[in-house]
């Protein structure tokens, strides 16, 4: 039977991760959609202008979000997400009609919280304490698959970052048992590198496999350099009651889907 998730809590659930925990000078953010005011398919931090939900509550969750980290909601940037390769500079906070097309963005000015959006994919947080450079990636298959994790590394290796001193921090995003996919999807993978079979699994289907895309993500981070890697285990796609997902509004049939919200930012 369908659980309907609560509308509202009293404040925004947060997870942080263990690598960037320790670091003093950077805060951090997963959220789940647990404290916000949005209502039905977009309960309740609903955070993705993207989706149908009302665009004032969105905002509003927005700030909710940005001020459960200690920022302001103007000081909240997030990007045209596109299943893209592409970084941003931040050099300063953008209007959201000026959102540059991109998947990842660095910076390494204080105060300026860079925010991903999934519902399924995987929202990668990266920071070098001593060099005082962060990062945000948004990394669907596609993305993973053509490098953008590497591309965030060396775009904060460009402002001062050492890889070895990066940690990145794997947030909340489907699981391998729930990531089931056709016949034809492994190709593209396995043509990269033969070790990459080690993220498939057979599913019961015939043809079909379960892919484990966070394991994945952490193997190219690894082999970027990245001096630790440390992954949250929730499934997005089984955990209705604290996470959007895209395939698990698919497999419903639902009409559309709220998007989480991840940050982080140097405080000054």
């Not at 009293?10 to 916000?36: K, Q, W, Y």
């Not at 920071?127 to 590394?153: C, M, P, Q, S, T």
């Amino acid at each position: 039977m369908t659980q309907t998730p609560p509308i509202q809590s009293p404040a925004p659930e947060i997870l942080t991760i263990c690598p960037l925990n320790a670091m003093d000078g950077v805060r951090h953010a997963f959220f789940s959609r647990r404290g916000g005011v949005s209502e039905g398919l977009y309960a309740s931090l609903n955070c993705g202008f993207g989706s149908g939900d009302e665009a004032d509550r969105v905002a509003r969750n927005r700030a909710r979000a940005a001020r459960g980290i200690g920022l302001e909601p103007d000081r909240l940037v997030t990007a045209y997400q596109t299943h893209s390769i592409e970084v941003a500079r931040v050099e300063h906070p953008w209007q959201r009609e000026h959102a540059p097309e991109v998947d990842a963005m660095v910076t390494k000015q204080p105060g300026i919280a860079l925010g991903i959006l999934t519902a399924d994919c995987v929202p990668v947080l990266f920071a070098d304490k001593e060099a005082r450079v962060i990062g945000a990636a948004h990394a669907g298959w596609r993305g993973a698959l053509n490098g953008i994790v590497e591309a965030v590394v060396a775009a904060m290796v460009d402002l001062g970052a050492r890889r070895e001193a990066i940690a990145a921090g794997i947030g909340p995003a489907i699981c391998q048992r729930s990531y089931e996919v056709g016949p034809e999807f492994p190709a593209p993978f396995l043509a990269q590198s033969g070790d990459n079979k080690n993220f498939f699994r057979a599913a019961p289907r015939a043809g079909h496999a379960w892919f484990d895309i966070k394991g994945y993500v952490a193997s190219r981070l690894g082999a970027a350099g990245v001096g630790g890697v440390e992954a949250l285990p929730c499934d997005t796609c089984a955990e209705e009651d604290r996470f959007f997902s895209y395939r698990r509004a698919c497999l419903r049939g639902e009409s559309d889907y709220g998007r989480g919200l991840s940050a982080i930012y140097l405080e000054s």
